[in-house]
């Protein structure tokens, strides 16, 4: 269970990253600042997932504590 939760991580931490990289672009090209706008909530809602999945799996594995 922990390693799903694991690769759950890492695959919501590479979207959080496409999302950053995509909102960056729209702002550099002066894109729509609605959408602008919407990839910065979108960020925020992933990195809140990603950070209760490493919370989840440190608990899930006894968070690094030798057993």
């Known amino acids: 269970m922990s390693s799903v939760v694991y690769v759950l991580a ?3 931490m590479g979207l959080v ?8 672009f729209n702002m550099m090209k002066g894109g729509d600042a609605n959408l602008s706008n919407k990839l910065m909530q979108l960020r925020v809602l992933l990195q809140a997932v990603a950070v209760l ?6 608990w899930l594995t006894g968070g690094g504590r030798p057993s």
């Open 17 to 24: 990253a496409i999302v950053l990289i995509r909102g960056l």
């Open 10 to 12: 890492i695959i919501v």
């Open 53 to 58: 999945l490493i919370m989840l799996t440190l």
